[in-house]
């Protein structure tokens, strides 16, 4: 995982509108990068919920939010449509920005040990730097305690 301070790693990924949304383009704004195993499971409908609850308040504050897993660009628009999302999910079916965030690992469920994504969040301030990093993430009240982190780091900047 990479450690607060450090350069973001630059990335272009279709959304789940079809267009190409790249980390370089969003200079100047903070950046809500989640990443989450799977459309449609409860956690991460319970997680991507919460992010679209708090997109206003995350707008006003400036930042964009993205959601990223390796489901593809129709599963995430099915996704969207069937829960009535709001925030932009991302398709990474390659893992390959996945890897360089450091959230494809090692997983344990059962016994069974498997690669699989980590839930994990990074908030990229407006100079593609890390600015906060949330490894291992449960999901109740993680929206509002990365809009706090969002705020306290906003007002140091002042």
Known sequence: MLEPGTEAPDFCLPSDSGT???LKELRGKWVVLYFYP???TPGCTKEAE???QLLPEF???GAVVLGVSPDSVESHKKFKEKKGLKVTLLS???????SAY???QKKKMYGREFMGVVRSTYLIDPEG???HVWKKVRVKDHAESVLKKLKELKEREE
């Open 20 to 22: 190409q949304v790249c």
């Open 38 to 40: 799977k459309d449609n």
């Open 50 to 52: 919460s992010f679209t």
């Open 59 to 61: 707008e006003k504050e």
């Open 92 to 98: 990474d079916p390659e893992k390959e920005v996945i």
């Open 102 to 104: 450091g959230a494809w």
């Open 129 to 131: 730097k890390v600015a």
